[in-house]
T-cell receptor, first 115, second 110 residues
Framework: EAGVVQSPRYKIIEKKQPVAFWCNPI?????LYWYRQNLGQGPELLIR????????DSQLPKDRFSAERLKGVDSTLKIQPAELGDSAVYLC?????????????FGQGTRLTVV | RKEVEQDPGPFNVPEGATVAFNCTYS??????FFWYRQDCRKEPKLLMS???SGNEDGRFTAQLNRASQYISLLIRDSKLSDSATYLC???????????FGAGTRLFVKA
């Protein structure tokens, strides 16, 4: 079974430029997460979807970040404009449901460098 | 203070050693607990869930103390391949939040 697929794996952009990340979750997984992981830190949740509905976006910097999950499958995360502090690894994860004991499966992440 | 805190590390141990990691959480509404493993430049992967009764998977033992809001992971007979970062993860209700600790880095040396 294919895992969570993310693209691109790496992205280098100049500050103030836009950037987008794409995620394809495991087939049948209703819940999709976007996390940001800074060096030496654990992942921090940006947004969580249940099907196509964003149910927790409290940590998403809405002035520059946006996300969508059309048709409740693939998702994109966008940053516009990017700032130097946005350099991090952006991880997408999916789980079968929102249950508290449900394992989340992560993609390999997109490593963003803003210069 | 962070909601989930882990030993700062890094831990440097010889092969065959026993090593223990600790994790504390501050929100008493936390309901489920996990240890994830993350290799360098890789994604986190579930190592094991943590149950109130404690659970063991081969060389790995996880314990939960709800009264003290404390989780532990014990690795016996460490292998070189155990070198990784171990992330403590807490799920809590009231909005279903998943909180990751900052991770503890383990280096196992020959």
């Amino acid at each position: 079974e294919a895992g969570v697929v993310q693209s691109p794996r790496y992205k280098i952009i100049e500050k103030k430029q836009p950037v987008a990340f794409w995620c394809n979750p495991i087939s049948g997984h209703n819940t999709l997460y976007w996390y940001r992981q800074n060096l030496g830190q654990g992942p921090e949740l940006l947004i969580r979807y249940e099907n196509e509905e964003a149910v927790d976006d409290s940590q998403l910097p809405k002035d520059r970040f946006s996300a969508e999950r059309l048709k409740g499958v693939d998702s994109t995360l966008k940053i516009q404009p990017a700032e130097l502090g946005d350099s991090a690894v952006y991880l997408c994860a999916s789980s079968l449901d929102r249950g508290l004991s449900t394992e989340a499966f992560f993609g390999q992440g997109t490593r963003l460098t803003v210069v | 203070r962070k909601e989930v805190e882990q030993d700062p590390g890094p831990f440097n141990v010889p092969e065959g050693a026993t090593v223990a990691f600790n994790c504390t959480y501050s929100n008493s509404a936390s309901q489920s607990f996990f240890w994830y493993r993350q290799d360098c430049r890789k994604e986190p992967k579930l190592l094991m869930s943590v149950y109130s009764s404690g659970n063991e998977d081969g060389r790995f033992t996880a314990q939960l103390n709800r009264a003290s809001q404390y989780i532990s992971l014990l690795i016996r007979d460490s292998k070189l391949s155990d070198s990784a970062t171990y992330l403590c993860v807490v799920n809590r209700g009231g909005g279903f939040k998943t909180i990751f600790g900052a991770g503890t880095r383990l280096f196992v040396k020959a």
